[in-house]
């Protein structure tokens, strides 16, 4: 644009940034020509870790936070990300850059499904095409309540969020035993 005699306050606008980008961009121009203004790549740290390490990290985290001896909550946080690169490589990473690393590897926070444990997928499937069909007029119907139990214990695990690849949503395993440490 600056090559076509646009000023940085009109390059400003048409791209949203501003006016001080733009001016900086443009002394960059002036002085260096359009190589000038070729990205220099992404800024901050360097990851610590090799490729081979980021696959076995990968591969870790697929295993889920009880191969790790998290049985508790079932989810990865950046807290224990942290915990198990620092376990496996020895490397510190704080919270923020776990989340950078975990982007990077193509997971994102996610509110998980929870399902039970004793769980039949197939008598699922069988009861979703045999009797939900005459169920579905009845709800309207059906009280609407908390799920506790005698002792006010939730049967329902919390939502916390965890880390898990894009586009797959996590799974969280649950009893009906209730939480006790509510």
Known sequence: MFEQGVRPPEVA?????????????????????RSALASKGPGGFPCQLSDDQTERLQAELEAGPAAHGWCEGQR??????????????????TPRGVSYL????GWSPQVPAHRAVE???QAVKRW?????????G?????????????AGQDLKPGKGRTWS??????????????????
């Not at 975990?102 to 590897?105: E, M, P, V, W, Y």
């Not at 979703?128 to 579905?136: G, I, L, N, P, Y």
């Not at 059906?142 to 799920?147: L, M, Q």
């Open 13 to 33: 606008r048409r791209l949203r940034v501003s006016r001080k980008s733009a001016y900086a961009w443009y002394a960059a121009w002036r002085d260096g020509g």
């Open 76 to 93: 990865w946080t950046l807290t224990r990300v942290a915990e198990l690169i620092h376990h496996l490589f020895g490397y510190r990473y």
């Open 102 to 105: 975990l982007h990077r590897l």
């Open 119 to 121: 769980r039949d997928e």
């Open 128 to 136: 979703r095409t045999e009797q939900w069909s005459r169920v579905r």
């Open 138 to 150: 009845w709800l309207s119907s059906w009280a609407h309540g908390a799920f506790e139990d005698e």
């Open 165 to 182: 690849p894009r586009g797959r949503t996590p799974l969280i395993k649950v009893t009906g035993k209730g939480s006790a440490g509510s």
